[in-house]
């Protein structure tokens, strides 16, 4: 079925090639080449969707981004939300449907892929219309390196909507010529469906390109691949043309209202007729081609309603060559339609109202140069009184801006500012410019009348329905509201009314805005100014922006050697920072709760093995290395003797803790700190920014080791019978081999360094070795304790384990408001030392109040109940009621398991005065009921510490 507002002939699409989509469940027709907004036009189908506030009706108002009504939702292939049906480009099998307010986000895996690359170039130019080809021909001609984009699927910008000529030839015949030069220079790198969408500082540039599918056919941003550019230019062009804008009345906003230029290029690029019979709204000669155009294509104009007394003779001449009434001095005040429009209501001052009918009414109000590229680098914009217009309004080190976007709107006077603009900009970079001239860059430019300023057609019984953006429904009523509240600031209006907020970043609402609202204060736009231009110029998805980096490439996954081994047995993951480590390995029929009660009961009375390589580890190195880790760390580390293993807390510069670990003294001037997983980057930064800005006299090298060296905690009352067994030419004695000792040893000529440290109170040693040999020493230890029932036990077993003695876990059990003494840790802070990071804190008032929160223990009455971790700790309540809000909070848990050794529940806690509590019944709310707990001591297993030896 032919769509029947195509044109018989003409356009750029490719009437060969046929598509079949579906809109709002309709099965429609187009053509390669076709957005997924001029197939819609072309099929009768003006009303796209409804208002994201009041449900009016909308439809398209524009050919290209700038468009305010045309949002839709792709569904197939791909489920895609908040995207212009002008922007997207059609293809076989498209299924669509407008967005009544917002889209729908895909509950299914993105097929599309999206990368992102780098590229060095000596001139980057933003728009591939007639200025950008010229400057970019200029530019190539001389030998440079140029990048050009553009974000239309061909290039020619306001040229594949027109007529135009050059040197008495169709423009787009030039056009060809131009690109295909350009092919022929190896330093030109010429990217179409590229937009340019932010300019930060040094010249560069970020631009998202819509590539082609797998298949290799044209296909949108919904299931193309997405490409992210960030370029790196010297200099940088900006040749983005402009917007037309419009001009605000009554009703302005019913489907069938669009701008002039946007149906002609409906007409001229896509074939597409935007309605049967038109009325022309405009201040400037502009609109007068699209309306001339779409007359001699069939489209009735039954009017040109111009703003202006006096209208050039031309243009008067093509009127009435045409047949088209011309009203000027005239202004457009409303519209009537039920959803699309049926009239124009038009009318001169003082005289009685007119309606026109009409299916389209097409406006132009004038045009606004895009400088956003431009105002993004912090460059400033002046008013042009003979434009009415925002224009650059400075001259910005490696930026230049041209044409039509810099107020330069005549298609000779384009083309001659590309070339100059790129001679300059050349020679500037030493290269010597060709003298080949830029074809119809010498053409005289045709003089046309002053366009007219008007921003809006006032109407204070209307002002509710005179959509400033239509995007938001905001209205001139609510810039009327804005500045009776007292704003003057266009930066508070905009956030107070959300104009130039949505989709569009006020293209079209942005200036309007400001222009009203200088009426409604009585100053001078100048004066007010704009809004402030922000990337991204166009909206870009973040699938785009994250690129590769999403699913397991989101945030690099880091795996220690032993990681196949734990598949193999069927580990169940937790992620700690970037480290996969196992948090329990389940026997067919356990769930997380049995297995972990099994892991903890081997340990506790047989023997385990714990993949703990993902610790953070530095080796600290010099003459200093004592001195420097005595600054950093609460207790003294240069008094520990070569051989040993000492335990440390660093905190900030507030007293409060930070991180724990242990530390081996490897050598007089060597030492290896050991941190928590979480913390290992952060802790090597932090050590390095003390030695590098407050110590750098202190000869001390900082090297992180952490994935060289992985860690094999062997726990339990059997660990030392396992380690005896594996490493039989090491004394493994409490004589020979002490609590916080570490002793060199080999195993088939490999090096092992072995710990006597505890995370869990029972006898343990850490094996250490390289990642190299880690799996073989893994696998020698399994063997060797299998007679000994040896248990590969997970995190959250640890967890168990270490809580059940009361060791803290930092970031858990505290929350950057905790110091050593909280914690019941003031042995780990020296009395010795004169001076170390957060030392005088300690004494601040705050820090040592009686009722700060402090750590203790917890056991639930029922024996029965696992308290959920972040639970507030409340005080008893008699009849265990609540009273009314607010409730006073005590604290909260910090870590709740259930324990097979204790045969119950218990939780750890942060607890005001909770020391002085110990004995006391408190309560904490779970799930509407008031549990009772009994305050403890945190060391709930082996309080004597006899296990720690065997």
């Not at 001029?38 to 003006?46: E, I, M, T």
């Not at 992210?228 to 010297?234: E, K, V, Y």
């Not at 204070?460 to 007292?486: I, K, M, N, S, W």
């Not at 699913?551 to 193999?568: K, M």
């Amino acid at each position: 079925m032919n769509a029947p507002f195509r044109t018989r002939q003409g356009g750029r699409i490719d009437r060969n090639t046929a598509y079949t989509f579906t809109f709002d469940g309709q099965e429609l027709t187009g053509h390669a080449g076709d957005t997924l907004g001029s197939a819609l036009l072309a099929n009768g189908v003006h009303q796209v969707t409804t208002s994201i506030k009041l449900g009016r009706p909308r439809g398209i108002t524009a050919a290209w981004a700038e468009d305010t009504g045309g949002l839709v939702q792709i569904e197939e292939p791909f489920p895609e939300p908040m995207l212009l049906a002008t922007t997207v480009e059609l293809f076989d099998g498209l299924v669509a449907r407008g967005i009544p307010g917002q889209g729908r986000l895909a509950d299914i895996p993105d097929t599309a892929k999206y990368d992102s690359t780098h590229v060095h170039t000596d001139v980057l130019i933003a728009g591939a219309g007639p200025t950008g080809l010229a400057a970019a021909l200029t530019a190539a001609r001389a030998g440079v390196r140029v990048v050009l984009l553009d974000e239309q699927s061909e290039p020619g910008g306001a040229l594949l909507g027109s007529t135009d000529t050059i040197d008495g030839k169709p423009a787009l015949e030039w056009v060809d010529a131009a690109v295909a030069e350009l092919a022929s220079h190896p330093d030109v790198l010429h990217l179409q469906r590229t937009t340019a969408f932010g300019h930060y500082d040094d010249g560069f540039v970020l631009a998202v390109q819509r590539r082609t599918d797998h298949l290799g056919t044209e296909a949108p941003a919904a299931i193309s691949r997405q490409r992210i550019w960030r370029i790196r230019a010297p200099h940088i062009v900006v040749a983005a043309g402009a917007h037309e804008r419009p001009v605000v009345f009554t009703d302005n906003d019913r489907p069938g209202i669009m701008l002039a230029h946007g149906a002609r290029t409906f007409l001229h690029r896509y074939g597409v007729k935007v309605g049967n019979q038109a009325v022309v709204f405009t201040t400037n000669d502009s609109a007068y081609a699209a309306a001339f155009d779409l007359h001699d294509a069939g489209v009735r104009i039954n009017t040109i309603v111009d703003v202006r007394h006096d209208v050039a003779a031309d243009l008067r001449a093509g009127c009435a060559e045409r047949g088209i009434t011309l009203r000027s001095n005239s202004v457009v005040r409303g519209t009537l339609g039920n959803g699309r429009i049926s009239h124009a209501i038009v009318a001169r001052d003082g005289d009685t109202p007119v309606p026109l009918a009409c299916d389209a009414l097409l406006i132009s109000g004038g045009w606004n140069p895009a400088v956003h590229l431009f105002s993004q680098a912090r460059g400033t914009l002046r008013y042009d009184d003979a434009l009415g217009a925002f224009v650059p309004g400075e001259r910005l080190d490696g930026v230049t801006v041209a044409g039509s976007a810099n107020g330069v709107f005549d298609l000779p006077g384009c083309l001659r500012e590309g070339r100059e603009v790129a001679t300059t900009v050349v020679t500037d970079l030493g290269f010597t410019v060709a003298t080949n001239a830029i074809a119809g860059e010498s053409d005289p430019a045709p003089s046309p009348a002053p366009a007219a300023v008007v921003w809006h057609v006032p109407d204070p019984a209307g002002a509710e329905r005179q959509f400033v953006d239509v995007q938001r429904d905001a209205t001139v009523a609510d810039l009327a509201r804005a500045v009776g509240a007292g704003m003057r600031s266009m930066e508070h209006i905009k956030r107070y009314t959300t104009i130039g907020t949505a989709h569009d970043q006020g293209k079209t609402s942005g200036v309007v805005a400001s222009g009203i609202t200088s009426e409604l204060i009585g100053t001078r736009i100048e004066d007010l100014g704009t809004t402030t231009f922000r990337p991204p110029y166009t909206p870009v998805a973040f699938a785009a922006l994250a690129g590769r980096s999403r699913g397991h490439l989101f945030d690099p996954e880091r795996v220690t050697a032993v990681n196949d081994w734990h598949v193999d047995r069927g580990a169940v993951w937790e992620d700690v920072g970037q480290w996969k480590r196992p948090r329990y390995y389940p026997l067919p029929g356990e769930d997380m709760e049995a297995a972990v009660l099994r892991e903890c009961a081997a340990v506790r009375t047989g023997v385990g093995i714990l993949d703990g390589s993902t610790l953070g580890k530095i080796d600290v190195q010099g003459p200093d290395a004592g001195a420097f880790l005595d600054l950093l760390y609460t207790n003294m580390m240069s008094t520990l003797k070569v051989g040993m293993v000492r335990y440390g807390v660093m905190c900030g510069v507030d007293g409060m803790v930070i991180d724990d670990g242990t530390v081996m003294r490897l050598a007089e001037d060597r030492y290896q700190a050991f941190t928590t997983t979480g913390g290992a980057a952060r802790i090597l930064d932090w050590m390095e920014e003390w030695l590098q800005t407050e110590w750098p006299q202190l000869r001390v090298r900082l090297t992180s080791v952490t994935e060289q060296w992985h860690t094999f905690p062997v726990v339990g009352p059997k660990s030392r019978d396992v380690i005896g067994a594996v490493f039989a030419d090491l004394d493994v004695s409490n004589e020979a081999f002490p609590f916080m000792a570490w002793r060199d040893t080999t195993l088939d000529g490999v090096h092992v360094r072995i710990g006597r440290v505890s995370f869990s109170g029972e006898l343990a040693y850490e094996v250490n070795v390289t990642g190299w040999h880690a799996t073989a020493v893994w696998e020698k230890l399994i063997a060797a304790g299998e007679r000994y029932g040896i248990t590969p036990y997970g995190t959250e077993t640890m967890h168990v384990l270490r809580a059940e003695k009361g060791y803290p876990i930092i970031g858990q059990d505290t929350d950057g408001t905790i110091t050593p003494q909280d914690l019941g840790m003031e042995w780990v802070v020296s009395k010795k030392k004169p001076d170390f990071v957060g030392k005088r804190s300690f004494t601040r008032e705050s820090n040592v109040d009686p009722l700060r929160k402090q750590f203790v223990g917890l056991l639930p009455l029922d024996a029965d109940t696992v308290l959920p971790e972040g639970a507030q700790v409340i005080e008893s309540m008699k009849d265990g009621i609540l009273p009314p809000p607010p409730v006073p909070m005590l604290g909260h848990v910090t870590s709740s398991y259930r324990s097979a050794e204790l045969g119950r529940p218990f939780g750890l806690a942060l607890v005001k005065g909770g020391r002085a509590r110990i004995g006391e019944t408190l309560h904490v709310p779970v799930d509407g009921i008031l549990v009772p707990v009994e305050v403890t001591g945190t060391v709930l297993v082996d309080p004597e510490g006899a296990r720690r030896d065997g």
